[in-house]
């Protein structure tokens, strides 16, 4: 299963929840045709359930789960300005 899933969203009418594919990140709605072949067959309060329409195949997935997520190295701050007297700014 290339599809994990990312989170929920609670947002106007209809379940929707976000499914990560490598560092693609999908909003999906029920219905909806994902690429390879799947479709987003419900959407449950407990998993969303995607149907792989080339073989006919049913996977839940469980809307608990995490996407681990690794932080990029913070970049160094700014270095200060540095302060200028009055005496060599005139």
Known sequence: ??????????QGEGAQVVLAKGDTIFTVR???????GYRVESIGPDSVTLFYVPLGLREKLPLDSTL???????????????AVSAATAG
């Open 1 to 10: 299963m290339p599809y994990r899933v990312a989170g929920q969203v609670a």
């Open 30 to 36: 029920e219905g909806e045709l994902l690429e390879g």
């Open 68 to 82: 681990e997520f690794v932080p990029q190295a913070a970049a160094s701050p700014a270095p200060a300005p540095s």
